[in-house]
Nanobody, 121 residues
Framework: QVQLVESGGGLVSAGGSLRLSCKAS????????YSWHRQAPGKQRELVAL??????NYAVAVKGRFTISRDNARNTNYLQMNSLKPEDTAVYYC????????????????WGQGTQVTVSS
């Protein structure tokens, strides 16, 4: 199994910055994609950023302000969030997709527990 531990959320004023981290542990053979999603009260969960081996993608609302990166050696990824706005307030969830060690290299799709980001105006 794969466990994800998120950290880095908190309360920040508009225009400020936060960095979220997501570390994966377990019987991981490879990680194919890291992504961050967010869910604000009363809204559906939405994709914020995605990184694979060769590509990154961002939601239009965060492009130019957020940066996703990965540290393959540590099975960790980061979401650097700059110029935060009150509308960025949400619970942020990390998602990782990859393959497990062992016969067959079964795929996995794991979610973190979520971390609250609150941006005050």
């Amino acid at each position: 199994q794969v466990q994800l531990v998120e950290s880095g959320g908190g309360l920040v004023s508009a225009g400020g910055s936060l960095r979220l981290s997501c570390k994966a542990s377990g019987s991981i053979y490879s990680i194919n994609a890291y992504s961050w999603h967010r869910q604000a009260p009363g809204k559906q969960r939405e994709l914020v950023a995605l990184v694979t081996d060769g590509n990154t993608n961002y939601a239009v609302a965060v492009k130019g302000r957020f940066t996703i990166s990965r540290d393959n050696a540590r099975n960790t990824n980061y979401l650097q969030m700059n110029s935060l706005k009150p509308e960025d307030t949400a619970v942020y969830y990390c998602n990782i997709k990859g393959n497990l060690k062992g016969m067959g290299y079964r795929s996995f799709d794991s979610w973190g527990q979520g971390t609250q980001v609150t941006v005050s105006s």
